[in-house]
């Protein structure tokens, strides 16, 4: 399974979110296609956790990864944070699907993006912002 992880920022998202105190809102339906998707609140927590949980793993990898003597080192050391932040995730109750989806959906929807914002208000505050996580062949 080749995995690679890329940080695309989520803007603003969850620093926004911690610094409102709003209630939540109800679940709604998102996508333009033709199948929307539907986010309850609790998947919609879980994937602001995991983001930060998945910020604060890229923080720690990136210096490390920076300071690689070659480029074997820097392979290695990308793998090693790939395989947190993948942990990460699922720790969290998500699957890369759910949270790369989730993560979409936020860029695309901007009702979804204020929803996430409010949850990330509740949620006890933690740094970082959200990161996307691509998978290549993964089943």
């Known amino acids: 399974m080749n995995i690679r992880i890329s940080t695309l920022c989520v803007i603003g998202v969850l620093a926004y979110g911690m610094a ?6 109800p679940s709604i339906l998102v996508g333009h296609g033709p ?3 539907m986010y309850s609140d609790a998947q919609l927590e879980r994937y602001v956790d995991a983001a930060r949980s998945v910020a604060a793993i890229a923080a720690q990898y ?9 480029e ?4 290695q050391r990308q793998q090693q944070a790939d395989s947190a932040m993948i942990a990460a995730v ?3 109750g998500l699957s890369l699907e759910e949270y790369n ?3 979409q959906a936020i860029q695309n929807d901007q009702a979804l993006l204020q929803r996430v914002r409010i949850l990330a208000g509740s949620r006890p505050a933690r740094e970082g912002n959200g990161y996307i996580i691509t998978a290549t062949n993964a089943r």
């Open 62 to 70: 990136s210096g490390r990864i920076s300071k690689a003597k070659n």
């Open 20 to 25: 409102s105190g709003v209630e939540a809102a």
């Open 90 to 92: 699922r720790q969290h």
């Open 35 to 37: 199948t929307p998707v």
């Open 72 to 75: 074997t080192d820097r392979r």
């Open 101 to 103: 989806g989730i993560n």
